[in-house]
């Protein structure tokens, strides 16, 4: 399994830096019923309470949000 495959899972102020995205065009990545496109469970989970951080998957939520036409301008 090369590294690109590993797993790396991030805490959501660390997923808007990375994908250089505010915290409200996240959330419309995930949240909106018709457009969102990250998955709960796959590039997306939810912390321990209703009101705790979600983490991201980051590989996974870099490769779909560029499959969705997105430029990763500042990328870590």
Do not use: P
Request: glycine residues 6%; contains cysteine.
């Amino acid at each position: 399994m090369s590294n690109s495959d590993t797993e790396c899972w991030v805490t959501t102020a660390e997923a808007m830096k990375i994908l250089n995205v505010t915290r409200q065009r996240l959330c419309r990545y995930w949240c909106d019923k018709e457009k969102g496109f990250l998955i709960e469970g796959k590039h997306w989970k939810k912390g321990m309470y209703f009101n705790t951080t979600r983490y991201f998957e980051i590989n996974r939520c870099k490769a779909t949000v560029m499959k969705q036409g997105y430029m990763l301008v500042n990328s870590a």
